[in-house]
């Protein structure tokens, strides 16, 4: 099993900055990707970025090239993936979820990924 844990979301006013970090633990040598989704009140989960431990590639929605980075740490074994987002919108307000899976490919669908986070709530007012 692969405990994630997410914190770091907050409320922010439109143009500011929030991190987000997603803590892995248990058998994370089983895991070769990470992900971000998020879910807006009465849409469906979409998908924000992705990153395969390895190597450190990477993989963003359009909705958020350009502003959101994601990065990960690691070191001790692997355990923690950050999620920098800057010049945020209002429509970036959402339940942020942290995902893992086993697979080597960036996938953009929930379906690929096996393990998930609580979730953080992000609100950006205008």
């Known amino acids: 099993q692969v405990q994630l844990v997410e914190s770091g979301g907050g409320s922010v006013q439109a143009g500011g900055s929030l991190r987000l970090s997603c803590a892995a633990s248990?058998?994370?040598?089983?895991?070769?990707?990470m992900g971000w989704f998020r879910q807006a009140p009465g849409k469906e989960r979409e998908f924000v970025a992705a990153?395969?431990?390895?190597?450190?590639?990477?993989?963003?929605a359009d909705s958020v090239k350009g502003r959101f980075t994601l990065s990960r740490d690691n070191a001790k074994a692997k355990n923690t993936v950050y999620l920098q987002m800057n010049s945020l919108k209002p429509e970036d307000t959402a339940v942020y979820y942290c995902?893992?899976?086993?697979?080597?490919?960036?996938?953009?669908?929930?379906?690929?990924?096996?393990?998930w986070g609580q979730g953080t709530q992000v609100t950006v007012s205008s």
């Open positions: 995902a893992a899976n086993n697979r080597y490919a960036l996938g953009e669908s929930s379906n690929e990924y096996g393990y």
């Open positions: 248990g058998r994370t040598f089983s895991t070769l990707v």
């Open positions: 990153i395969r431990w390895s190597g450190g590639s990477t993989l963003y």
